[in-house]
């Protein structure tokens, strides 16, 4: 079963720190995978798409890097900010399910003063 | 643009009731779909739609009915709710889906907070 598992499951840190969520997959083949942001209450706001062909893709203090060989991705913030307080998701499109998204639980992510 | 809008944000049903959450999205995408989230799992497709008039099964389709009359609009029908069907609800829309190696990102709703009871 296409699966994709995101560790760790919740995370603390201090407002200036950099982290670095990761994002498992057993999806095969797949034609991109993508990062959300989910704020307590709302919906998912995209972050970042790659194609499997692309190893690093940024935006802003966030940077995704994408190994296809080893199935895995991360998703590394830097100089964290309070509003970067959040889940976020790692999104993995199976080719072969008629393209179907295959949706990670997320990271809880916790940004302290 | 207000992009993805859904009502209503919260609702109690009693078991057996039904009731349609609404969705509607100004940015003139083909595509359309419903999502639930449950607790500490990722979000589940119900229905989706590639355009006016043509809807399809996701892969949690049952108990669930969708319909797609405008470009605009595309509600979600609960039918004799159930206590499995309490769950957050999301509308999500894009550019066409293209089936290749790009793909265009999904613009979520607020969400619709489901109890049934």
């Known amino acids: 079963k296409n699966q994709v598992e995101q560790s760790p499951q919740s995370l603390i840190i201090l407002e200036g720190k950099n982290c670095t969520l990761q994002?498992?997959?057993?999806?095969?083949?797949?034609?991109?995978l993508r990062w959300y942001k989910q704020d307590t209450g709302r919906g998912p706001v995209s972050l970042t798409i790659m194609t499997f062909s692309e190893n690093t893709k940024s935006n802003g203090r966030y940077t995704a890097t994408l190994d296809a060989d080893t199935k895995q991705s991360s998703l590394h913030i830097t100089a964290s900010q309070l509003s970067d307080s959040a889940s976020y998701i790692c999104?993995?499109?199976?080719?072969?399910?008629?393209?179907?998204?295959?949706w990670g639980a997320g990271t809880k992510l916790i940004i302290k003063p | 643009n207000a992009g993805v809008t859904q009502t209503p944000k919260f609702r109690i049903l009693k078991i057996g009731q039904s009731m349609t959450l609404q969705c509607t999205q100004d940015m003139n995408h083909n595509y359309m779909y419903w999502y639930r989230q449950d607790p500490g799992m990722g979000l589940k497709l119900i229905y989706y739609?590639?355009?006016?008039?043509?809807?399809d099964k996701g892969e949690v389709p049952n108990g669930y009915n969708v319909s797609r009359s405008t470009t605009e609009d595309f509600p979600l029908r609960l039918e004799l709710a159930a206590p499995s069907q309490t769950s957050v609800y999301f509308c999500?829309?894009?550019?066409?889906?293209?089936?290749?190696?790009?793909?265009?990102?999904?613009?979520f709703g607020p969400g619709t907070r489901l109890t049934v009871t």
């Open positions: 999104v993995v499109r199976d080719m072969d399910s008629n393209y179907q998204l295959i």
């Open positions: 999500a829309s894009s550019r066409d889906d293209g089936q290749g190696l790009i793909s265009y990102e999904q613009y």
């Open positions: 994002c498992n997959y057993t999806v095969s083949p797949f034609s991109n």
């Open positions: 739609s590639v355009g006016a008039g043509i809807t």
